[in-house]
Nanobody, 126 residues
Framework: QVQLVESGGGLVQAGGSLRLSCAAS????????MGWFRQAPGKEREFVAT????????YYADSVKGRFTISRDNAKNTMYLQMNTLKPDDTAVYYC???????????????????WGQGTQVTVSS
């Protein structure tokens, strides 16, 4: 069974940057698409970014396109989210997730994922 642990969240001023990490343990995730989602207070969880198992394909929510970059290091069983030019609207708990199927496609729907981390808080002050 795989466990996912996010880290790197924190408090940052608007315009600043943070880098989130998602470390997998228990089983390798190198053959699975991975994704980042977020949930702000009082709102539903929303898609942020996804990356294919090989890293060759990435997709982003329109709200973060051009500011966030998703990447992965399969040798380290770790995924990253580089977040630049942060805005107060980016404030949320950020979750990483593993795709449901071996060699499955990158997916922007949370139903495409079956394993989730506990989340890391990102707070952007204005």
């Amino acid at each position: 069974q795989v466990q996912l642990v996010e880290s790197g969240g924190g408090l940052v001023q608007a315009g600043g940057s943070l880098r989130l990490s998602c470390a997998a343990s228990g089983r390798a995730v190198s053959n699975y698409a991975m994704g980042w989602f977020r949930q702000a207070p009082g709102k539903e969880r929303e898609f942020v970014a996804t990356i294919s198992w090989s890293g060759a394909s990435t997709y982003y929510a329109d709200s973060v396109k051009g500011r966030f970059t998703i990447s992965r290091d399969n040798a380290k069983n770790t995924m990253y989210l580089q977040m630049n030019t942060l805005k107060p609207d980016d404030t949320a708990v950020y979750y990483c997730a593993r795709g449901r199927f071996n060699y499955g496609r990158a997916d922007d729907r949370d139903s495409g994922y079956d394993t989730w981390g506990q989340g890391t808080q990102v707070t952007v002050s204005s």
